[in-house]
Structures are given as structure tokens and as C-alpha cells.
């Protein structure tokens, strides 16, 4: 509890980034990745970190039921 899962990467005017992450702190990593991404909306850099980019509302709007539906499984699993 009280550790950063998912964090905004708000650094370009033309691409809002969601970071999905298990914290700071370094742990073990898992045979597989953490949660399953059928519509491979996230970019993996390990099992443990992945990556959501946005172009624009429209990509995000259009995304947004399974966003949620990544971001409440993310933030079950990335205990």
C-alpha cells in the first residue's frame, strides 16, 4: 500500500504515456508478464513494466473501457 503502480509520462505535448510498474523497489520478476493484454495496447519493456501511449483524446476515448479494465487488473497483480 502507498506505492506508485502507474505513473503519467506527461513530458511530450503530443504523447500522454501511461507507466504500469510494481514501485521503486526491486523484486523478483515473474516467469510471464504480470497481466495478460489481449488487445496489446501495452508496450512491455520487462514482465513487470509496461508502457500505454496516447496520441490524442480520440485514442484514449476509444480505449477506455479496457484501459479500465488493464488498470484494475494491473493494480491487483502488481503487489
Known amino acids: 500500500m502507498g506505492e506508485d503502480k502507474i505513473t503519467f509520462n506527461l513530458s511530450s505535448p503530443k504523447k500522454v504515456q501511461l507507466v504500469f510498474h510494481r ?4 523484486k523478483e520478476l ?3 508478464k504480470l497481466i495478460d493484454d489481449s488487445e496489446k495496447l501495452l508496450k512491455w519493456s520487462t514482465n513487470v ?3 500505454a501511449a496516447f496520441e490524442d483524446l480520440d485514442s484514449i476515448t476509444k480505449s477506455k473501457k479496457y ?3 488493464l488498470i484494475k487488473k494491473w493494480l491487483s497483480a502488481a503487489t
Do not use: D, H, Q, Y
Not at 23 to 26: G, M, N, W, Y
Open 23 to 26: 514501485s521503486a523497489k526491486v
Open 30 to 32: 515473474p516467469k510471464n
Open 49 to 51: 513494466r509496461a508502457v
Open 67 to 69: 484501459l479500465t479494465s
